[in-house]
Each structure stands twice: as structure tokens, then as C-alpha cells.
T-cell receptor, first 113, second 114 residues
Framework: GNSVTQMEGPVTLSEEAFLTINCTYT??????LFWYVQYPGEGLQLLLK???ADDKGSNKGFEATYRKETTSFHLEKGSVQVSDSAVYFC????????????WGLGTSLAVNP | DAGVIQSPRHEVTEMGQEVTLRCKPI?????LFWYRQTMMRGLELLIY????????DSGMPEDRFSAKMPNASFSTLKIQPSEPRDSAVYFC????????????FGPGTRLTVL
């Protein structure tokens, strides 16, 4: 079945640093890929998504590109802020069923002023 | 829209007691998901419904767990009897059918079983 591997955290950065959180996947077919973010004490919310190879999802300065050749969907941001401190989850649709998502374990990000 | 509503936000109970968690999905959404989040196991899908019908309950840990969706605007997750290892944050999420479904999460219920 489909699976996703996400880099372990925690990640600690200074404000305005460059962020990369790695996510790789194995999948049959062409599932959609997602990044969700969980701020302290809240539920998860969609950050960005991509539905096919070479698609780039972007939101709030974050970007991720659906790379079929490397089976990756790495999350990047050029300049992080303290308010970006959260846990980030990579997810992909299950085989033939984007309603059921396969989740990574999450990467905690702490941004210091 | 009010978003996904969950109640209670916090629940503390003793081992052996029955626990009922409640969820109101976003109006018009036809999929509803129950998740459990722990430090050890991360985010686990327990069960999901489509149009009030359970589609996949393969993630429900054991018979002590049950979920119902009597109508499009309400769902419950019940644990009877509860055990300390059930302590976790339980999330409800809903989505609208489509190829790139976005799931909208509630704020979660933090359950502590003593």
C-alpha cells in the first residue's frame, strides 16, 4: 500500500532562516499529496496540496513540488517567522482513494526570534 | 461557517467508565473521519463515514470502540470500558467529495483515562 516517510524533528531555526522539511512517498497510481499544519492546541489544517506530477502547491510563503522521479514532496519556505512554529504533517491519498489519507509522523518546528 | 465542532474539549475519566465524544461536521460535507493522535503512534485514522454510512473501520483498535453517525450533522465515538492506554487527543474531520479532498479538522478532544 501507499506510505509516506517524513523527516524527524524537532527542527529549530532562527527567524528568517530557510526551511526544508523532507517528505518521500511510495505509491501506486498518482495520489494527491498534502501538507497539513498543526498549531499548538489546535486541529490540523491544510497548508498546501498538489494533485499531479510537477504540480507546485503554495500558501503563506510555503511551497512544495510533486516530484514523481524522486517520489518526494519536500516543504520549503525561504524565510521563517516565529509564528510558523508548529507541527507539519505530510500526507498522501490512499491507493485509489484520496478520501483516506496516509499520514507522516509529523515534524515539529520551533522558530526562535 | 463554524467549522467542525467537537465536544467536550477535555475529558478526564476513570478506567472502566464509558466515554462519548461528539462531533458536528461542516454543513454539506459528506465525509466524516475520526482520528486518534498520540506521541507514540502519531495520527491514526480510526473510522470514516460517507453519507452517514461507515466505510472503513479497520483502524478501530478493538471492540471497546464504536462510532455512529445517526444523521449528516452528528457523530459519536464511544469507548466502553475506557482504559488508560486510550488517553490521546481525538480529532474529527469532515470533507466534501471530490478528487482532491481537503479534510477540515475540529479542535480535538483531549481524553485522559486515569
Amino acid at each position: 500500500g501507499n506510505s509516506v516517510t517524513q523527516m524527524e524533528g524537532p527542527v529549530t531555526l532562527s527567524e528568517e532562516a530557510f526551511l526544508t522539511i523532507n517528505c518521500t512517498y511510495t505509491a501506486t497510481g498518482y495520489p494527491s499529496l498534502f501538507w497539513y499544519v498543526q498549531y499548538p492546541g489546535e486541529g490540523l489544517q491544510l497548508l498546501l496540496k498538489a494533485t499531479k506530477a510537477d504540480d507546485k502547491g503554495s500558501n503563506k510563503g510555503f511551497e512544495a513540488t510533486y516530484r514523481k522521479e524522486t517520489t518526494s514532496f519536500h516543504l520549503e519556505k525561504g524565510s521563517v517567522q516565529v509564528s510558523d512554529s508548529a507541527v507539519y504533517f505530510c500526507a498522501l491519498g490512499d491507493a485509489g482513494n484520496n478520501r483516506k489519507l496516509i499520514w507522516g509522523l509529523g515534524t515539529s518546528l520551533a522558530v526562535n526570534p | 461557517d463554524a467549522g467542525v465542532i467537537q465536544s467536550p474539549r477535555h475529558e478526564v475519566t476513570e478506567m472502566g467508565q464509558e466515554v462519548t465524544l461528539r462531533c458536528k461536521p461542516i454543513s454539506g460535507h459528506d465525509y466524516l473521519f475520526w482520528y486518534r493522535q498520540t506521541m507514540m503512534r502519531g495520527l491514526e485514522l480510526l473510522i470514516y463515514f460517507n453519507n452517514n454510512v461507515p466505510i472503513d473501520d479497520s483502524g478501530m483498535p478493538e471492540d471497546r470502540f464504536s462510532a455512529k453517525m445517526p444523521n449528516a450533522s452528528f457523530s459519536t465515538l464511544k469507548i466502553q470500558p475506557s482504559e488508560p492506554r486510550d488517553s490521546a487527543v481525538y480529532f474529527c474531520a469532515s470533507s466534501l467529495r471530490g478528487r482532491t479532498d481537503t479534510q477540515y479538522f475540529g479542535p480535538g478532544t483531549r481524553l485522559t483515562v486515569l
